[in-house]
């Protein structure tokens, strides 16, 4: 994955945990990058392995530390980087839930060599809908959960995100109803 992703995990563990734990993390996953570089793309193998020694040294499940990464991406690392291309993608989490299979079209932009997810809505009401998730990359499923909970906090819109079938216990993609009060 690009190394954006990988500087946001750092920028999430050093924010909340300090830079002590970051070093200790990296060591413990055995990556010894000292700066990752944004636009340059480095094997997901350490994504990974990050994510794993956080939850080690932290003593988080990894499913908890892929949700609070999730809401990170969301509130911090694309509204601050990514601002105008987040306003493109929806004046409200309904729309911008709509919007969500095209999102990454526009990232492919500037992130040429993009392998991004894919995602579907159905059964779309006014106040919830179904969110599919579609990926080549495992265990990601809390990482959604997370950026779903974000999307709501950034629209002041109190949402719910439940799984209803996961990939890892053998259905055929991820499944999750997103639900919201109407404000
Ligand atoms: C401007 C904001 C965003 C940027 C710049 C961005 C960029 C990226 C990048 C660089 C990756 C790694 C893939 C790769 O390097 O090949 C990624 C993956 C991913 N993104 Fe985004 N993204 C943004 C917003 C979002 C939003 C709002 C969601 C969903 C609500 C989302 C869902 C995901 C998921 C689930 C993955 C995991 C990849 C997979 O399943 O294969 N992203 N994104």
């Known amino acids: 994955m690009y190394g954006l992703v990988n500087k946001a995990v750092e920028e999430l563990v050093i924010t909340q945990f300090g830079q002590d734990k970051w070093e200790a993390i990296k060591a413990t996953a055995g990556v010894d990058v000292e700066v990752f570089v944004s636009n340059q793309a480095y094997p997901d193998e350490i994504t990974y392995r990050l994510v794993g020694a956080a939850s080690e040294v932290l003593k988080i499940s990894a499913e908890q530390i892929l949700i609070a990464f999730g809401e990170h991406w969301v509130l911090k690392t694309a509204s601050e980087s990514y601002g105008p291309m987040m306003k493109a993608g929806g004046k409200n989490l309904r729309d911008f839930l709509i919007n969500l299979p095209n999102f990454h079209t526009r990232v492919a932009m500037i992130y040429p060599d993009l392998k991004p997810p894919r995602f579907e809505c159905s059964d779309i009401e006014d106040s919830s809908l179904k969110l599919h998730y579609f990926t080549h990359r495992p265990g990601l ?16 819109t109190p949402a ?21 009060t109407l404000v």
């Not at 499923?141 to 002041?156: A, R, Y």
């Not at 719910?160 to 919201?180: M, N, P, S, Y």
């Open 160 to 180: 719910t995100c439940e799984i209803l079938a996961r990939q890892d216990q053998g259905a055929e993609h991820d499944v999750f109803k997103v639900a919201w």
């Open 141 to 156: 499923t809390t990482f959604v959960v997370g950026l779903v909970q974000g999307l709501g906090k950034l629209f002041n």
